[in-house]
């Protein structure tokens, strides 16, 4: 395993391995752009460095304050103790616990402290961590080192158990591919080479594709609309929810999201500063807003239940953060309280994290609505793609 210490990497090699492709296969669909340039061996975005915090390209919320990863740890034993047969004296099947994209590993180090505290069963649990980065998992495992941790690079191998766990803007890391509307046809929407990098159109959407893309039926859109679709996204999803309906658990599912797939979403971004998505390709970070109703829809057809989006504001408001922060605060010397009344204000404000960012909760099928959402947040059947991307 090659493991580079810094991102020293010349951003023209990502450029010219991608220009070199292009001349030899012909234009790419934009998912394989971007995978290429966030998941190339060794060159790729995360794979030769760490993008988080105030010095990289993002803060995610875990980076933002141990605040979030203690409520979801809460949260997460509370769907245990929920999910637990009636003591019978049987054996209970041993969970296990999983992470999709776990960064830096500080949300599971943070909700291993809360289980460490509250529920020792959780905290026992083998962590199961879907990471595809190596530099990652050497950071992982440093902030991990009291867990006995399983790295993936894909869900083909999870435990046969009940899972417990979370993904925090891993699915909007996903590479996303682009259809565009012209002249009332959907064409696939491609990079090219001419010889800068930059957009391209191919061909029209076939009657299977606007299926696969939701866009069958769908009333026509004015010139210039984008259509996204995440189809690894959709295959994980697909995976964790035939997990779930199998075995049980729940799975946390935070991002910035919508409810639709019409619009380009995709953004670029370096040093906390958007930049053009054909920059430095390899250096800078690129990600897109999730298809929350694509990925209800996988859940249901896998026989799960995805209960949300909610607002990530709503959520931690109704799951008790404020009066989290307020208890931590009163302990807190005043430099300490102001941080932390600070980082409650990003987490929750509309005007920061609080609207963009949404929350969904991956569940087996059946009645109830946990803590944090409502009634009507519990989707039971697929939207018809007639429906879809309207609104
Ligand atoms: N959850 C973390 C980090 C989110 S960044 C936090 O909240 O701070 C996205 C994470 O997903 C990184 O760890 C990245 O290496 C990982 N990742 C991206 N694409 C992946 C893929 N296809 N398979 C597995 N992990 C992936």
């Given at each position: 395993m090659t493991v580079a210490?810094?991102?020293?990497?010349?951003a023209d090699d990502v450029t010219s391995m991608i220009a070199a492709q292009i001349a030899a296969d012909g234009p790419l669909s934009l998912a394989t752009y971007i995978e290429r340039a966030l998941?190339?061996?060794?060159?790729?975005y995360y794979q030769s460095g760490d993008p988080f915090g105030r010095e990289g390209d993002f803060i995610t919320a875990p980076e933002i304050s141990g605040l979030f990863g203690e409520m979801c740890g809460l949260f997460l034993a509370h769907m245990f103790e929920l999910g637990?047969?009636?003591?019978?004296?049987a054996e209970k099947p041993q969970p296990a616990i999983i992470e999709c994209g776990?960064?830096?590993g500080t949300l599971m180090a943070d909700m291993q402290h809360v289980w460490g505290q509250l529920m020792p069963e959780l905290a026992a649990c083998h962590i199961h961590l879907i990471e595809t980065s190596p530099y990652l998992r050497t950071i992982q495992q440093q902030t991990l080192t009291e867990s006995v941790i399983h790295w993936h690079?894909?869900?083909?191998?999870?435990?046969a158990a009940p899972l417990y766990g979370i993904a925090n803007e891993f699915f909007d890391a996903l590479p996303v591919a682009h259809a565009i509307c012209r002249e009332g046809i959907w064409r696939h929407r491609l990079v090219i080479a001419d010889p800068d990098l930059g957009f391209g159109e191919g061909t029209p959407l076939t009657a299977t594709e606007l299926d696969r893309w939701h866009l069958s039926n769908k009333a026509a859109s004015p010139d210039g609309t984008v259509a996204e679709l995440c189809i690894l996204g959709e295959d994980i999803m697909h995976i964790l929810a035939a997990h779930i309906a199998t075995y049980g658990g729940a799975i946390l599912i935070i991002d910035?999201?919508?409810?639709?797939?019409?619009?380009?979403t995709v953004q670029a971004v370096s040093a906390h500063k958007p930049v053009d998505l054909f920059y430095q390709p390899g250096q800078v970070d690129i990600s897109h807003w999730v298809d929350f109703n694509a990925l209800a829809d996988c859940a249901l057809a896998a026989g799960a239940r995805l209960i949300g989006p909610v607002e990530q504001g709503t959520f931690l408001a109704k799951i008790g953060l404020k009066a989290r922060a307020e208890q931590a605060a009163t302990h807190a010397a005043p430099d300490m309280r102001r941080a932390l009344l600070a980082a409650y204000d990003r987490l929750v404000s509309p005007a920061q994290m609080g609207s963009a960012f949404k929350v969904a909760l991956l569940v087996p099928q059946g009645e109830g609505t946990p803590p944090g959402?409502?009634?009507?947040?519990?989707?039971t059947e697929a939207v018809s793609p007639a429906e879809r991307g309207d609104g």
């Open positions: 210490t810094d991102n020293d990497i010349n998941a190339t061996p060794d060159v790729g637990q047969p009636l003591d019978t004296g776990p960064g830096r690079d894909d869900l083909s191998a999870l435990p910035y999201g919508k409810s639709d797939n019409i619009g380009d959402f409502m009634n009507n947040d519990i989707k």
